[in-house]
């Protein structure tokens, strides 16, 4: 019998895996199947993806292009592990993200393979930021998420997570993110000034890290004119910028980079997730020329070259970006999320809406109301996510590649959620 023609006893799970999962008790089924943007249980129940794996599936499970792509490279034996040796498939993606994404926006990045998650794409970031300026210290912001290993964490502001570490995090200093004091306090105004006061006690930072859009952290958007104002600042300091496109890149906000529509062009830009377009493990993470300051071997990893993702990834590219019209379909269904979730707000009392391209919040004045539309939504086929401090949003991540049929339908689901839960 095929693999996915048996079942499994649920049971296995609690018995033997550890009470680390998460995921999987708020969405208590055996997943077998998935194709576009559904996906299908051992009982043979179908599930709306509005999940999209974080965000690692922007173009839908199972891409019949990546796929037959994959299929082909896997059936003619090519090479699946390879550290960072030179092969074919490599070097055709590095040929192909130059030529599609790097040339057109005049974008002069190195590329280095750093492993195969977005933690190692930021870790390297931060390892080579300090490497170049000699300084130690990292600015960070209020809500911010970069990953779950220990230098990752240090700039990551969740309490629970940095909790996991068991040990102190240092060398870094968060500072409020756009509209964390809701317009009362001017932006930057206490970051300059203990920049310039010798007694402040801050340290000279290397870098600073941000997301333009923070998706664990609440979809807290910074607005453009703000990250103008932020990378003025690096420059004028000698301070690094660092972007975390992990989640956000991939053009989950309308264009490949997210930092795009706000004119900058950082130091250094991280990317993980969506990369491979097919959910295949692989990150990057891209420097200025003038950064590469590494020696052979100073920062590696034994999965940096996996080379099927590098087979999916060049096919996404060549599929989605030889054009703007992804970025105009994104744009256009992230308008339609937005306009349902403006309409769910004028309708219920205690929530509001924020979010860019394809990464929509529904944000619950009661946090506990957030988990229970996801609950809902999920006993009527849709799955969807919670994030936030509290946990108070219902965070939107649906394929870019979904059907404006399955969109509005999910849409529908959610809105009964809503009624049901505050209606």
Known sequence: MKLLDQTVDDSVFAQHESEVRSYCRSWPTVFTRASGSWLTDQSGRQYLDFFAGAGSLN??????????ALLDYI????????????????GRFIETFAEKILVPR???YKIQFPGP????????????????????SIISFTNAFHGMTLGSLSVTGNSMKRAGAGIPLVHATPMPFDNYFGGVVEDFAWFERVLDDSGSGLNRPAAVIVETVQG????????????RALSELCQRRDILLIVDDVQMGCGRTGEFFSFEAAGITPDIVTLSKSISGYGLPLALTLFKSDLDVWTPGEHNGTFRGNNPA???????????????????????????????????CETY??????????????????????????????????????????????KLLPPLTISHDDLDRGLAILADSVKEVIG
């Open 59 to 68: 173009y839908g499970h199972n891409h019949p292009v990546m796929k037959s």
């Open 75 to 90: 059936s003619e034996d090519g090479i699946t592990h390879g550290l960072d040796m030179a092969t074919v498939a490599k």
């Open 106 to 108: 005049g974008l002069d």
């Open 117 to 136: 998650t977005g933690t190692n794409a930021v870790e390297a970031a931060l390892k080579l930021a300090r490497k170049v300026t000699g300084r130690e």
């Open 216 to 227: 664990e952290g609440g979809v807290n958007v910074a607005r453009a004119e703000w990250l």
């Open 310 to 344: 590098f087979v999916t990834a060049t096919r996404t590219l060549e599929h989605f970006w030889s054009d703007d019209s992804l970025t105009r379909d994104v744009h256009a269904k992230g308008q339609a999320i937005h306009d349902a979730f403006t309409g769910l």
């Open 349 to 394: 009392d205690g929530i509001s809406t924020r979010g860019r391209g394809m990464v929509q919040g529904l944000v619950f004045d009661e946090p506990t109301a957030a988990g229970k539309v996801c609950a809902s939504a999920f006993g009527a086929g849709l799955l969807a996510e919670t994030s936030g401090p509290s946990d108070e949003v219902v």
